[in-house]
Each structure stands twice: as structure tokens, then as C-alpha cells.
């Protein structure tokens, strides 16, 4: 089947290290999104990536990074410098077309600073 | 940017009861979805509607592309349809969807 895996489901992080989820998409769409949720808020844009070997930075992008090496794969990494990590990261691949543009999103990483 | 406004941000149900919720977009968009993210917090799939009608099971949408708002419509409203319900845009720079900050719907047996 066709879809977005993202993995881990949940994740625990200690002060001071760096984390690494994984987003994997079999769908063929060039480009990827990753989304932040924080409790009963909407989701805001840290990274984006609409071609292999590039990337941008979205509206909250500090202490975050990413790269994207293969189409399918687009790995966030959780810096030490992101002094409030603890939310709730949806990943999300869009269909590009003429007439078309439409988002199919992962499970999501719930990711926890203990 | 694009501003997205959804309401109610919060509606409750008798089950059996029908809804309406509403989007409202300050721009010109070239797409829209619906989303309901469940309470395990995948968002699900319900309507890629930038404009028009659509009609899924007790679930249909209307988008008014030209007077920047879209409603959806619940009819028949069931526990399942619990969770909380997103409207997003396109449009934007960076060629992302713009969320708005949804409507929390819960449905009482």
C-alpha cells in the first residue's frame, strides 16, 4: 500500500541530545513537509524539502534540521538547541499537479523531553 | 500570509445530532482540505474540496471559493466522529498547507 510511514510513535529525549525521526513516503511525490502540533493548537511548518537535495526553512525552524538524500526519505533531526521539543511531529507528503494540490500525512511522532 | 479562521473551536453533540463547521480564508487558494485527526493524532483524509460540493457517506463539504469560506456538514453525528476537526489552505510561498487551529468535536452516546 501506498502512504507515509513516520517512525518512532513515540519517542523520549534527554536535555541535551539530539534526536533523529524518520519520515518515509512510497507515493512518489517530490515534495515533504514536516509539521509541529503543540497540545490543542494547529500544526506549524519547521521544514520542507519539494526536490532531493534541497530544502527550506518554515516559519519555526531554529533548533531543528533535516536533509533529504533520496525522494523517498525526509529525516527531521531534534537539536539540542530546540529548548521546548516536547510536541507532537506530523509529517506530510503533497501531490503536485495542474489543477491539484493535496497533503497525505504520517501517523505521527510524539516526542517527549524526560 | 493567508489567516485561516475555523468555528466553533469547540461542539458538543447528543449522538444522532447533525453539525456545521466553517472555515473562513483571508485569500485566493488553490486548494483546501479536511481533515479529522483522530485521538490517536493521525490526521485522516476527508475532502480535497477548493471548490464546489462533495459528498462522502454522513460527511459532505461546500467550498465558496469566491467568498473564502468552506463549511462542513455531519449528519447523523456518531462517538466515532469525536476528535478534532482541521481546515486547511494552500496558497501559501512555500507552496504548504496553511492550517487553521480546528474545532474540537466531541459526541456524547
Known amino acids: 500500500d501506498g502512504g507515509i510511514t513516520q517512525s518512532p510513535k513515540y519517542l523520549f529525549r534527554k536535555e541535551g541530545q539530539n534526536v533523529t525521526l524518520s519520515c518515509e513516503q512510497n507515493?512518489?511525490?517530490?515534495?515533504m513537509y514536516w509539521y509541529r502540533q503543540d497540545p490543542g493548537q494547529g500544526l506549524r511548518l519547521i521544514y520542507y524539502s519539494q526536490i532531493v537535495n534541497d530544502f527550506q526553512k518554515g516559519d519555526i525552524a531554529e533548533g531543528y534540521s533535516v536533509s533529504r538524500e533520496k525522494k523517498e526519505s525526509f529525516p527531521l533531526t531534534v537539536t539540542s538547541a530546540q529548548k521546548n521539543p516536547t510536541a507532537f511531529y506530523l509529517c506530510?507528503?503533497?501531490?503536485?499537479?495542474?489543477?491539484?494540490?493535496?497533503?497525505?500525512f504520517g501517523q505521527g511522532t510524539r516526542l517527549t523531553v524526560v | 500570509g493567508i489567516q485561516v479562521e475555523q468555528s466553533p473551536p469547540d461542539l458538543i453533540l447528543q449522538e444522532g445530532a447533525n453539525s456545521t463547521l466553517r472555515c473562513n480564508f483571508s485569500?485566493?487558494?488553490?486548494?483546501l482540505q479536511w481533515f479529522h485527526q483522530n485521538p490517536w493524532g493521525q490526521l485522516i483524509n476527508l475532502f480535497y474540496?477548493?471548490?464546489g460540493t462533495k459528498q462522502n457517506g454522513r460527511l459532505s463539504a461546500t467550498t465558496v471559493a469566491t467568498e473564502r469560506y468552506s463549511l462542513l456538514y455531519i449528519s447523523s453525528s456518531q462517538t466515532t466522529d469525536s476528535g478534532v476537526y482541521f481546515c486547511?489552505?494552500?496558497?501559501?510561498?512555500?507552496?504548504?498547507?496553511?492550517f487553521g487551529k480546528g474545532t474540537k468535536l466531541s459526541v456524547k452516546p
Open positions: 485569500d485566493s487558494v488553490n486548494n
Open positions: 506530510a507528503s503533497i501531490r503536485t499537479g495542474p489543477l491539484r494540490t493535496e497533503a497525505f
Open positions: 474540496i477548493p471548490s
Open positions: 486547511a489552505v494552500g496558497g501559501g510561498s512555500q507552496g504548504n498547507l496553511i
Open positions: 507515493l512518489n511525490h517530490d515534495a
